[in-house]
Nanobody, 125 residues
Framework: QVQLVESGGGLVQTGGSLRLSCATS????????VGWFRQAPGKDREFVAG?????????SYADSVKGRFTISRDNAKNTVVLQMNSLKLEDTALYYC?????????????????WGQGTQVTVSS
């Protein structure tokens, strides 16, 4: 069982930055692909960014966050970080990290087995 815990959410003004962390105590965390997803009220959960296992280090971003968000992993600390810059009102959502074993970085929620509880990001004008 892989437990994921998100942190770093909060309230920020447009144009500001937040740094989300996804931490786990899972052994061999480096073999997991980790994705960040978000869900706004009344909307489906959508893919934001993902990073594959360390062997391949494939990184993928949703078009809506390219150039603004950066995903990275620190296997020594068993964490994956999502650095979010130039935040917009439409980035407001509950952000989840998710993990799956194996390579590639799928954007479908169905491809991920383990999920955290989420951390709220609210961007205000």
């Amino acid at each position: 069982q892989v437990q994921l815990v998100e942190s770093g959410g909060g309230l920020v003004q447009t144009g500001g930055s937040l740094r989300l962390s996804c931490a786990t105590s899972a052994r061999f965390f480096s073999v997991y692909t980790v994705g960040w997803f978000r869900q706004a009220p009344g909307k489906d959960r959508e893919f934001v960014a993902g990073i594959s296992s360390s062997d391949e280090e494939i990184i993928s971003y949703a078009d809506s966050v390219k150039g603004r968000f950066t995903i990275s992993r620190d296997n020594a600390k068993n964490t994956v970080v999502l650095q979010m810059n130039s935040l917009k009102l439409e980035d407001t959502a509950l952000y989840y990290c998710a993990a799956r074993s194996g390579g590639a970085v799928p954007s479908s929620t169905r491809s991920y087995v383990y999920w955290g509880q989420g951390t709220q990001v609210t961007v205000s004008s």
